[in-house]
């Protein structure tokens, strides 16, 4: 069984909150979803450069660009016309980019 990581984006500090700072943080009031702190999960792959993927993640896969979503228990690649189960490809094959709080301007 995977452990379930996340990071938080800080819409505050304007900065993604690692998961050691998380840990030492009071969980409860963290993981509640809110304006101040926004959970974000890690999907348990790693991308061509060895980079945890992150829900909310912009990633390049088959030189297009997508959003990871975590939908119906499980992950996708979503774009602006399809959906694919991330554990149908090979996520050494995927390059991440971004992510939709700091690297908006990657998906408009």
Known sequence: ????????????????????????MMAGLLLKESNANIPIQFTGEYDIGNYKIHQ???????????????ESGSFWLRNKTRMIPLHDICTCE?????????????IS
Not at 56 to 70: A, G, R, S
């Open 1 to 24: 069984m995977r452990k379930i990581k996340f990071r938080a984006w800080s819409p505050e500090m304007k900065q993604m909150l690692d998961w050691d700072i998380i840990k030492n």
């Open 56 to 70: 909310d993640d912009i990633v390049k896969h088959d030189d297009l660009i997508w959003v990871v979503v975590f």
């Open 94 to 106: 995927i390059e991440i980019i971004g992510n939709i709080y700091e690297h908006k301007e990657l």
